[in-house]
């Protein structure tokens, strides 16, 4: 579980590596070259700079090297092969996984949508990512054996595929009764906006954050419990008081409600194909590396610079003597040693 939430995390480095690519792809011209289209224009009254298309894409190079092509070129193999046999990724199955990560992540107390931004990484750089892994999930794991382990997953408690009751809430603080009321009667009639009412809290930043409280998790509290019973979503509750002040006043808007939820393992296959992958990574390893095999094998690669073709090969001969290396992920332990990345002033 621990190597699965820390997988994904590693991944974003691709990710952005592939964002860069689509850059990249987008302002070079059919010609091959880039123009010097200006982007933008400084000056200091005695001196000017301008910086054009062709000074980012210089700078991407410099940046990512190498790395960048090989990490294009592997999931371009991948890509291309799987098309070849006949193996496609539906959004229902990109739904799928993301949906099933979503899922660990909350059972964790955790956010996946927020984890990514902090990461910066959007949601649908992340979609990407899953369509590769998902690729890699199909063209690996024989049916048989993933219907043997959506069996096994039935019978255990491996996975906590049942989501509690839960609730999305704000927590509100109001220094003197008055305030409190007059921001409950304000939004649940609807006369007030939230934006209206936080400037009557006593922390506005901290007001306009939602948490997720789940009671059933261990994590009851008796004030948020009275306070939130027979709200519907968008209601506040009734100001109570805070222990330790005479004044300040306490109010829960419920935000949403979550009723249990258990998923349907017939329904999260692919999700708990590309799950055995990033769990037991040592046992496929094998697999994904003579699945790469048969795509360079099967897929017609044609090199137009010779420096990426030798940096290319030289990672090959470097995973024959290390197999349980992963694919041409850039950053791989020993990697560097191969296909150094480019050294320069940041």
């Known amino acids: 579980m621990k190597k699965f939430f820390a997988d994904w995390r590693n991944s974003a480095l691709v990710v952005a590596l592939a964002a860069i690519a689509i850059l990249l792809a987008q302002i070079i011209t059919s010609a091959g070259t880039v123009p010097a289209t200006r982007i933008v224009r400084l000056s200091n009254g005695a001196t000017v700079r301008e910086i054009t298309q062709k000074d980012v894409v210089e700078e991407l190079k410099r940046r990512a090297g190498d790395q960048l092509v090989l990490s294009m070129v592997s999931q371009s193999l991948i890509e291309l092969y799987a098309a070849k046999k006949g193996v496609s990724v539906s959004e229902r199955d990109v739904d799928q996984v993301l949906n099933f990560r979503k899922t660990l992540f909350e059972m964790q107390g955790q956010d996946l949508e927020k984890s990514l931004q902090e990461q910066s990484v959007s949601l649908d750089e992340y979609r990407d990512n899953i369509r590769t892994e998902v690729r890699k999930a199909k063209l690996v794991i024989p049916q048989e054996e993933l219907q043997t382990e959506v069996a096994r997953l039935q019978k255990s408690k491996e996975l906590p595929f049942t989501l509690p009751k839960r609730f999305r809430v704000r927590l509100m603080m109001f220094l003197t009764p008055e305030s409190a009321e007059q921001a409950v009667a304000g939004l649940n009639s609807g006369k007030s906006t939230l934006e209206e009412v936080l400037l009557l809290t006593a922390n506005a930043e901290a007001a306009q954050k ?33 222990p330790g002040s005479e004044q300040a006043r306490g109010v829960v808007q419920l935000v949403n409600a979550y009723p249990v939820q258990t998923p349907s393992m017939e329904s999260m296959g692919i999700a708990i194909a590309t799950y055995m992958l990033e769990s037991n990574y040592e046992k496929y390893a094998p697999k994904l590396r003579e699945l790469e095999e048969a795509a360079v094998t099967a897929i017609d690669v044609q090199f137009f610079s010779q420096e990426y073709k030798t940096a290319f090969e030289r990672f090959q001969k470097f995973r024959e003597q290390n197999p349980k290396i992963e694919g041409f992920t850039p950053g791989t332990k020993g990697a560097e040693e191969i296909i150094p990345m480019p050294q320069g002033k940041e």
């Open 210 to 242: 939602t948490v997720m409280y789940a009671p059933d998790m261990g994590k009851s509290d008796p004030l948020i419990d009275k306070a939130i019973k027979g709200l519907k979503p968008g209601q506040c509750s009734k100001p109570f008081a805070i």
